[in-house]
């Protein structure tokens, strides 16, 4: 099933460089110049994602905000807000905006924002899955005919009980991803954060941020401090896809990471703690 992304957006260029950029990325997506333009689309139809601008005719991002909370829809809201109107937009996350985005923005941003909610997504509906096929307290039962993939089982058993960091390598297709997912499952952190991200797709600069965060001021557009995945997935797994593309220098803060469990944030001065696998 496609992932469908709603804009809307009441500026004409910047509502067609929104939605040229989502379809590149292969998103389902549709676009439209006001408020109540983007009710009727959501009475209509289900969608994954909105992006609203805060101010439009008819109804602004923070009425349709308030409309999808109240009819508890499972669409994520990003609101588009200029800088002059930070204070709204923190008033929308607090009424449960999954985020926001300041003009001018880099569409590249977005994207990241976008993938981040339909990585979320996907792993939601596979833990809902897990639990309903499983059981929220059972443990994982699988079948392997293969000598191979019967050593790998009996490996991620006998690391049930232990926290050790885990390097999982092979050919693409041949299950690490799984295999991250039974190791978490079946671990005493089972009931923590499952989080993931591909080391590959991201520039240096996104990557550690994505990765380690931010604080305000860290850079054009850093409006505000954000946690990085590191920080998010504190007590529970952190599943680091095509690590062997990650630049060097964010190598040598992993490394901290794992030994000293140990970070700063992009921009920061003080080290975080965390205690993550």
Request: charged share 30%; net charge negative.
């Amino acid at each position: 099933m496609a992932f469908k992304v709603l804009v809307a957006e009441d500026e004409k260029i910047t509502l067609k460089h929104l939605l040229y950029t989502l379809k590149q990325e292969g998103y389902d997506v549709q676009g439209v110049p006001d408020g109540k333009e983007a009710q009727k689309k959501m009475e209509s139809g289900y969608y994954d994602v909105l992006i609203a601008d805060i101010k439009m005719p008819g109804l602004t991002g923070i009425e349709l905000l308030e409309t999808i909370k109240e009819k508890r829809l499972e669409t994520e809201v990003i609101i588009i807000t200029g800088f002059g109107s930070i204070g709204s937009a923190i008033d929308a996350m607090k009424k449960g905006a999954y985020d926001y985005i300041t003009k001018p923005f880099d569409l590249d941003e977005i994207i990241l924002k976008v993938k981040k909610i339909q990585e979320q997504k996907i792993l939601k509906k596979e833990n809902i899955a897990l639990k309903t096929i499983l059981g929220v307290n059972r443990t994982f039962s699988i079948i392997a005919e293969s000598e191979g993939m019967k050593k790998i089982l009996s490996l991620v058993e006998n690391i049930r009980e232990s926290d050790c960091n885990v390097l999982l390598t092979g050919e693409s297709g041949v299950g690490k991803n799984l295999i991250a997912r039974i190791i978490h499952s079946t671990s005493r952190r089972k009931d923590r954060p499952f989080l993931s991200i591909n080391c590959a797709t991201l520039t240096e600069e996104l990557l550690a941020s994505e990765l380690f965060g931010h604080e305000k001021g860290a850079f054009t557009g850093a409006v505000a401090a954000k946690q990085g995945l590191v920080e998010v997935a504190d007590t529970g797994t952190l599943l680091l896809d095509e690590i062997a593309e990650m630049p060097p220098a964010l190598q040598a803060k992993l490394l901290k990471v794992i030994e000293e469990g140990e970070f700063f944030r992009v921009g920061g001065t003080k080290p975080i703690h965390v205690d993550v696998r």
